[in-house]
């Protein structure tokens, strides 16, 4: 029931005009349609998981969204969302959420996020996405910063290491005080998805391409 309603909901929102219209529209209606399929509305059940949402975006939900679009869990909130790509700069991609929050992401490697809170400001992952893709063991070097709890940018460097570990490859970084690991899932020499730092206080943020 939920996946019929679903695939009606998302063609209808591709006859809209504009396309940040069309992800707003079908991001809140997979959402919406999946609490009422859980027996309830907005206020009467919790937020759709990770697994509900997945279990939900079938073929034909996919091949209907209007624009690339992600699953995104935000692990220091707990919030999923659908975010849907909106500008493309050189190898940088730029997603908007539902809530008009947005991640940017290098080659698929994480860059930036704003307005999910203490956000990422700015990460150089040069080294890290030429070794991730090359899918080799070395060691390298990246530096990231966000935002603190008085509104300050705090910039740090790490040292990580580099490692294919089955079918997937790690990313384990230290710094003084601060240590993290991102894992990489690639296809095709592309990330489909991972599990990416984005700072000490929002944590990881969980991301799988939908289309």
Known sequence: MIRAVLLMTVLTACN???RQAEGDGVTRIVTDRIRAGLG??????PPPTVAQVRAALTPEVRAALPAP???????????VSLPQR??????????????????AFR??????TRGIGFDLMA???AEASAAIRAGRTTRITRTMSWLD?????????FTCGIQPVGGRITETCNAIGLAF??????RGGNIVASRQWSGPVQGHIRIERVN
């Open 69 to 79: 679009t992600l699953l995104v869990q935000v692990e220091g909130t707990g919030g």
């Open 86 to 103: 909106i500008t493309v700069n050189g190898a940088t991609e730029t997603y908007l959420t539902e809530d008009d929050s947005t991640l």
């Open 107 to 112: 080659d698929g490697m994480l860059v930036g």
């Open 149 to 157: 709890g008085t509104g300050a940018i705090v910039r740090r460097g």
């Open 181 to 186: 690991e991102n894992d990489y899932v690639i």
């Open 16 to 18: 809209i005009g504009n």
């Open 123 to 125: 990460a150089d992952v």
């Open 40 to 45: 309830g509305g907005e206020d009467a059940t």
